[in-house]
């Protein structure tokens, strides 16, 4: 079964300092995950996605992730934080053939200037 | 432009009340799906399609339908809402079902069952 893990609820950082939100996650097979960006009010928006391509995956707004499967990790990074990118992000694995998505509890960031 | 269409965005209602939130897509996707938001614990899928007449139960379905009649519209009933099912909604479609297949979210509907 696939599963996936936000290891903060919450991250506050100083505008123009860099960004990390980790994800853990668990799959019996190669998986396809995604980050996505929820603004408030707002549906969510794909920021990028591993396929089994390249293992360093480089999205939109600056942001990229990088899939390590030694540690079932596919943590996200930004190099600077601006304002706007405030907002609640989630880490999710596709759960198969279904296409279920498996979100993550999200974590919330919060850019302070 | 291309878009998931999720009506109401809003709505507060009474326990019992027949509703109906209707989503539409214009990307000719061929898989839907609906997922409830809930603090603390993400999303969860509600019920998939995966092709017009095809549809499947998702991790929550207990106390919705859908129908897939057409490609483009996928509507969520709630034949007897509860106050349990206050929550916000998304629908959402990609090109298939595949696990590679990025999904592409509406701006979500608000319920609130009094």
């Known amino acids: 079964a696939q599963s996936v893990t936000q290891l903060d609820s919450h991250v506050s950082v100083s505008e123009g300092t860099p960004v990390l939100l980790r994800c853990n996650y668990s799959s019996s097979y190669s998986p396809s995950l995604f980050w996505y960006v929820q603004h408030p009010n707002k549906g969510l928006q794909l920021l990028l996605k591993?396929?089994?391509?390249?293992?360093l995956v480089k999205g939109i707004n600056g942001f990229e992730a990088e899939f390590k499967k030694s540690e079932t990790s596919f943590h996200l990074t930004k190099p600077s934080a601006h304002m706007s990118d405030a907002a609640e992000y989630f880490c999710?694995?596709?759960?198969?053939?279904?296409?279920?998505?498996?979100f993550g509890q999200g974590t919330t960031l919060q850019v302070k200037p | 432009e291309a878009q998931v269409t999720q009506n109401p965005r809003y709505l507060i209602t009474v326990t019992g009340k027949k509703l109906t939130v209707t989503c539409s897509q214009n990307m000719n996707h061929e898989y839907m799906s609906w997922y409830r938001q809930d603090p603390g614990l993400g999303l969860r899928q509600i019920y998939y399609s995966m092709n017009v007449e095809v549809t499947d139960k998702g991790d929550v379905p207990e106390g919705y339908k859908v129908s897939r009649k057409e490609k483009r519209n996928f509507p969520l009933i709630l034949e007897s809402p509860s106050p349990n099912q206050t929550s916000l909604y998304f629908c959402?479609?990609?090109?298939?079902?595949?696990?590679?297949?990025?999904?592409?979210f509406g701006d979500g509907t608000r319920l609130s069952i009094l």
């Open positions: 999710v694995v596709s759960g198969g053939n279904t296409g279920k998505l498996i």
């Open positions: 959402a479609s990609s090109q298939q079902g595949g696990g590679n297949q990025p999904q592409h």
């Open positions: 591993y396929t089994s391509a390249a293992t």
